[in-house]
């Protein structure tokens, strides 16, 4: 089996979702996704397609590093190459799997669950009471999730910056006032009561805290027993990380914005973090997030992908989740986009908080061109 052509459209959903389709010799088609490359990875992967034109779609990890490696000058450690990459490498593993009639999970090594828990990123907004948080508490828990996600930072800043005298002060400064600070500790103790015991709660802080910032908010979240505290300051900053994770008992979670095993192995191994959240569908794909987390499980750190994705990237991330020990749980983020359960043929993939991994072959979902199309990305081309 040969490539012949690779192909790109884009939609615009939670971000710029980059759709890569990989067609060859033998009418065998893969598709898959990659986020937060931008115009950018489009044109990496339009450059990268005459090299890989002929070459065989199973040697998916050769492929892979032997193009990265050859592009180390062009940024092979991070960044939109490695995310251009990771839309090929997902849709290589869509063609292998439909090749081979089987599951990419089952190409991964098997199955440690059939179903991958999912929690949902919901959004509060600043100045909401207890019946406003109870009312998106329930939406989501009618939905069937059993555990979400809120954007501390957000609400302690004001989605409008204009109530916070943090911003107003020096929108650079990491250091929340006391104002501040209380505001977030009662956001998160709001959503912890309205949610209840069975339901789980993570924070997100988007590294905008500095070290001292960062402990005090943990030690006084603690007693909410937070499921994690997201990215209190740059993950890259891995000494000061683990110093904020070792002075508390909230669970601290990073990585959304690291690429490769390069980029989680001084965190990994120092102990940085608890938790560790890789994009998959941004990252490296399936072989190299799989081979994440094994490193993660060797120091007893669950994984938990970061994941705004479409289906097609949520249930390319499940492949792994399925795939790994010490899978925690995977997010969402499309929870007000009406289009999540149409743009592919797999409906909502997602019932009662989890997704059901299928013994359909490939990544196991087809997209829905025409809705796909509907939303198609300002200033991109669409599979030409
Ligand atoms: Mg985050």
């Known amino acids: 089996m ?40 489009v044109a990496i992967i339009k450059d990268l397609t005459p090299r890989l034109i002929g070459e065989d779609p199973f040697a998916i990890d050769a492929l892979f590093e032997g193009i990265r490696r050859s592009l180390v000058f062009e940024g092979g450690f991070a ?21 081979l009639k089987t599951p990419v999970y089952e190409l991964l090594g098997g199955k440690f669950r059939d179903d991958i828990r999912v929690y949902c990123d919901c959004e509060v907004e600043p100045g909401m009471g207890m019946s406003e948080i109870r009312e998106v508490v329930d939406g989501v828990m009618e939905a069937g999730f059993t555990a979400l996600k809120i954007d501390l930072d957000m609400f302690a800043y004001g989605h409008t910056h204009e109530e916070t005298v943090w911003y107003k002060k020096d929108k650079y ?32 802080l988007h590294t905008r805290l500095d070290k001292h910032s960062a402990i005090r908010l943990a030690r006084d979240l603690e007693p909410l027993h937070l499921m994690w505290l997201e990215e209190p300051i740059p993950p890259e900053n891995v000494d000061t990380m683990r110093e904020i994770t070792q002075a508390t008992s909230t669970p601290i979670c990073a990585g959304e914005n690291l690429y490769l ?27 190299e997030c799989r081979k994440i987390a094994n490193m993660a499980e060797l120091y007893s750190m669950p994984f938990a992908p970061h994941n705004v994705a479409s289906p097609i990237g949520t249930m390319a991330s499940a492949h792994v989740c399925a795939t790994v020990p010490n899978f925690l749980v995977l997010e969402f983020h499309w929870h007000h986009r009406d289009f999540w359960s149409t743009i592919t043929d797999g409906g909502n993939i997602i019932k009662d908080g989890k997704i059901t991994l299928t013994d359909r072959p490939g990544i196991g979902l087809e997209l829905n061109y025409d809705v796909a199309r509907q939303h198609q990305y300002p200033g991109t081309t669409w599979f030409e």
């Open 79 to 99: 960044g939109a190459l490695i995310t251009a990459l990771t839309g090929i490498e997902i849709a290589l593993w869509d063609v292998k799997g439909k090749a």
């Open 173 to 204: 400064n990491m250091t929340p006032s006391h104002w501040e600070h209380e505001r977030m500790v009662e956001l998160a103790s709001m959503v912890v009561e309205a949610a209840g015991k069975d339901f789980d709660v993570a924070a997100d």
């Open 261 to 287: 095993r390069h980029g989680f192995r001084d965190l990994i191994e120092k102990h940085a973090v608890d938790i560790i959240m890789p994009d998959i569908p941004k990252c490296g794909g399936l072989s």
């Open 2 to 41: 040969k490539i012949t052509s690779i192909k790109t459209g884009a939609t615009k959903g939670h971000t710029m979702q980059l759709w890569v389709r990989v067609e060859t010799d033998t009418g065998i088609v893969g598709l898959g996704e990659c986020v937060h490359g931008g115009h950018q990875a």
